[in-house]
C-alpha cells in the first residue's frame, strides 16, 4: 500500500504565506515526478508545479514567481511554499506521485485526499 498525505492547509489572508507538504509512505521503489495540483470550486483540476526527481521544475503562469516547489528524496516527502497569496489560490490542493511500488514492474500515478486552502481578501 502507498499512501500520499497532504498537510498544511488552512485559512490565511491574501498576502500571507502557507507552507504545504505531502509525505508518501508505503512500499515505494523509487518515485518520479512529483507535483501539485488544485481544484476551485466549481472549476477543473489544474496543475501547479512538478518536479522530476533531478529537480527539474515547473509551474503554471499564475504561480510563477510566488510558489515555490521542492522535495526531500530521502523522506519521500514533497513540499510547496506559497507566498504572496491571493483569494484566487483558494483550493483544495491535491499532491501526486509518478512512481515504482516494491516488487511490481512500470510506474503508477498516486493522489492524495487534498489539503483546503483559503485565502480571504
Known amino acids: 500500500q502507498v499512501q500520499l498525505v497532504e498537510s498544511g492547509g488552512g485559512l490565511v489572508q491574501a498576502g500571507g504565506s502557507l507552507r504545504l507538504s505531502c509525505a508518501a509512505s508505503?512500499?515505494?521503489?523509487?518515485?518520479?515526478?512529483m507535483g501539485w495540483y488544485r481544484q476551485a470550486p466549481g472549476k477543473q483540476r489544474e496543475l501547479v508545479a512538478a518536479?522530476?526527481?533531478?529537480?527539474?521544475?515547473n509551474y503554471a503562469d499564475s504561480v510563477k514567481g510566488r510558489f515555490t516547489i521542492s522535495r526531500d528524496n530521502a523522506k519521500n516527502t514533497l513540499y510547496l511554499q506559497m507566498n504572496s497569496l491571493k483569494p484566487e489560490d483558494t483550493a483544495v490542493y491535491y499532491c501526486?506521485?509518478?512512481?515504482?511500488?516494491?516488487?511490481?514492474?512500470?510506474?503508477?500515478?498516486?493522489w492524495g485526499k487534498g489539503t483546503l486552502v483559503t485565502v480571504s481578501s
Open positions: 501526486a506521485a509518478d512512481l515504482v511500488v516494491a516488487g511490481t514492474p512500470g510506474t503508477r500515478d498516486y
Open positions: 508505503g512500499s515505494i521503489f523509487s518515485i518520479n515526478a
Open positions: 518536479i522530476t526527481s533531478g529537480g527539474t521544475t
